[in-house]
């Protein structure tokens, strides 16, 4: 790997084995190349840069959401999708950052579900197939088999019941998942750690049985999570500025992809 020494643009480049790294010699610090060739730095020169070395070598160990960035030690890269961006210091309190960690999870979930069912649904709008509501009139919407009123209550009851217990597991791990916690049932929804509930309801597929040793799954999912969110605050304000669904929208820009933009949108109509 390549790393770089202090501001410099002197690049020392080594095998990551431990003969990279030849000898250290009174006064001055000898580094021996993989390919032979030897670099002399005086004890002063290396002393002052060896700060530098060490950051670089973190900043190759882990990608950081800017390159060269020296992630905040808070953050030390063991969390799924940690690029070390904390800008603000939200997450300098232990405590603090494990409540982030399962917000961020869940915002993530309801988005990746939000977004699938507003796709799917005026899919099934624009081509005809159903006769569906535009996504952000959906909750006006008169049902037959059961008043409004009554729809809110329920949902209200099941999700309030389903979030109770997540902070309970939350703030005491296990403790849901203990029988005659849950009906007898507990074994259906078991779980291993805060936030990822498992069993045969709740993961079918059987997928990261293993949930502690599951990092790339857990990463794959808080960035599919990160990216619903951002298309999530795409489709709401696209709602609000052209007052048509995202199938609509995509309709109108590939039927004219040159005039139905976001800049001729934005910029109103006669533009």
């Known amino acids: 790997m390549s790393i770089s020494v202090g501001r410099s643009t002197h690049i020392l480049s080594c095998s990551c084995s431990s003969s990279s790294i030849a000898k250290q010699t009174t006064g001055k610090s000898t580094y021996r190349a993989s390919f032979g060739t030897t670099s002399v730095y005086s004890s002063a020169k290396w002393g002052r840069g060896s700060r530098f070395l060490k950051t670089a070598i973190r900043a190759q160990d882990r990608p950081t959401w800017l390159p060269g960035l020296d992630p905040p030690p808070y953050l030390d890269g063991t969390l799924a999708g940690d690029f070390g961006f904390d800008p603000l210091g939200l997450g300098e309190d232990p405590g603090s950052l494990k409540w982030y960690v399962q917000a961020e999870l869940v915002h993530a979930r309801f988005a990746m579900a939000g977004v699938a069912g507003i796709l799917f649904t005026d899919l099934l709008r624009v081509t005809g197939i159903s006769d569906l509501p535009v996504w952000y009139e959906a909750g006006a919407t008169k049902f037959g088999f059961a008043s409004t009123r009554t729809l809110f209550i329920i949902q209200l009851l099941l999700m309030g019941f389903a979030e109770t217990k997540r902070y309970m597991d939350f703030i005491d791990p296990g403790s849901q ?76 820009h590939l039927s004219n992809p040159w005039h139905e933009t976001i800049i001729q949108t934005l910029a109103g109509p006669g533009s």
């Open 177 to 252: 998942a203990k029988e005659g916690s849950f009906f007898g049932l507990e074994a259906a929804l078991e779980g291993l750690e805060p936030g990822y509930p498992g069993g045969p309801l709740l993961n079918p597929l059987g997928l990261a049985k293993d949930i502690a040793n599951a990092h790339e799954w857990k990463q794959k999912e808080i960035k599919n999570g990160r990216l619903a969110m951002v298309a999530m605050l795409g489709i709401f304000v696209q709602a609000n500025v052209t007052h048509v669904g995202p199938i609509d929208n995509l309709v109108r």
